[in-house]
């Protein structure tokens, strides 16, 4: 989705949808290079040894993103530190699961139709380290977890948590109550429309499906709550 449409419904102020769309776009292409270089892995037999040095890659973006030094012990760094290897290993996990266990849930007797076993043989090929160009290229379940869509939507989320996230504790500093704004549209979960308008405390949570969260995609939230997230807030 283009950022500018993504961010226009957000109840933010301009200058705040600009900085999201920036960091938007360079998270995208910077997630693009990751899945490129994933694929990549793939083909040369590489990519399920690689895992832990693709979560160290997104958490270092993570870190140079927000300016901070992991060694700080500082509560903005901490959060920034947990959330990202927090979203870094859900990123990566999501991406093993669907593109190697998810294929080969079934046992080689239970596969019958053409993309189960198209699923399959990819799936095989990238566990024994035999990967070949040609299968990778046909199978869609690949394309899809390396593509250019999820890497937008991830983009998207993340831009946007950076920047909620670092306006919090700005505000922290001067503001003693924050409102939780919705999009107001069809979109929206039902338990962030529960929260449409709520004002609490500056230190104190929302409580969203019966998690606690000091701002929309509090990393303290499980995906569910956060993924897609257009939520915002306003201090006073």
């Known amino acids: 989705m283009n950022p500018q449409l993504y961010y226009a419904v957000m109840l933010i102020t301009e200058p705040q949808k600009a900085r999201r ?34 979560i160290d890659r997104i958490v270092d973006k993570y870190l140079e993103i927000t300016n901070v030094e992991i060694t700080n012990t500082d509560e903005y760094t901490k959060s920034v530190v947990d959330k990202a290897y927090k979203t870094a290993t859900e990123i990566q996990e999501t991406t093993y699961k669907n593109i190697v266990t998810l294929p080969i849930s079934k046992g080689i007797d239970e596969i019958s139709t053409e993309d189960e076993i198209k699923e399959f043989n990819t799936a095989s090929f990238i566990l024994g380290g035999l990967a070949i160009g040609s299968v990778i290229l046909a199978n869609e379940n690949v394309k899809r977890w390396l593509g250019q869509e999820r890497a937008n939507l ?83």
Request: negative net charge; hydrophobic residues 40%.
């Open 21 to 54: 769309i920036l960091l938007a776009e360079e998270l995208e292409n910077w997630f693009m290079d990751l899945f490129d270089d994933e694929f990549e892995d793939i083909l040369d037999g590489t990519f399920r040894d690689n895992q832990e040095s693709y």
């Open 154 to 236: 991830i983009a998207l989320n993340e831009a946007n948590w950076k920047w909620n996230n670092e306006e919090f504790f700005e505000a922290k500093e001067s503001k003693k109550t924050k409102t939780w704004h919705t999009a107001l549209d069809e979109r929206v979960r039902f338990d962030h429309m529960a929260v449409e308008g709520v004002t609490v405390g500056i230190d104190e949570h929302f409580i969203v499906g019966g998690y606690p969260m000091l701002y929309p995609l509090d990393g303290n939230a499980p995906i569910e709550q956060t993924a897609n997230c257009r939520c915002s807030l306003s201090y006073k």
